[in-house]
């Protein structure tokens, strides 16, 4: 949606951390943003978009779940995957820097099940990062 000057936008207040704040400093350089506001609004674009993509999701899929979490959280991990064994295919489980850690979950069936446990993952803050890629 494309606003003239004369339209009032919403404003919308968001607390954020020092380390997303310097990420997006870092992503509105890098990328050309005008400022902070341009750079967040991208993002939900981003978001929104990859979300009616997942909420278009229907019979039975293949897809590839990304997580990435501190190791601390293994326990948090390993209780979502217990409730999806049947969609899980595959698991695996890397650490990829320091404290991090990286699931990659290939998973098989019904769509709505692969929209929960993405969801489940998504919800849950102690994860740092959730991409579902669908094949």
Not at 33 to 53: C, L, N, P, T, Y
Not at 74 to 84: A, E, F, L, M, R
Request: proline residues 1%; glycine residues 6%.
């Amino acid at each position: 949606m494309f606003l003239n000057n004369n339209e009032h936008m919403p404003i919308v207040s968001i607390s954020l951390n020092d380390e997303i704040l310097k990420q997006i400093d870092n992503l509105q350089k890098s990328l050309g943003f005008s400022g902070r506001s341009d750079a967040i609004r991208a993002g939900i674009r981003s978001f929104v978009s990859e979300e009616k993509q997942k909420e278009d999701l229907s019979g039975n899929v293949n897809a590839i779940l990304l997580v990435v979490h501190n190791d601390e959280y293994d326990n948090q991990v390993t209780g979502i995957k217990h409730s999806y064994e049947d969609l899980i295919t595959t698991h695996l489980h890397s650490k990829i820097e320091g404290d991090k850690c990286m699931e990659l979950f290939m998973l098989k069936g019904e769509a709505n099940l692969v929209t929960d446990i993405t969801k489940d993952f998504q919800t849950n803050k102690k994860m740092d990062t959730v991409k579902l890629v669908t094949l």
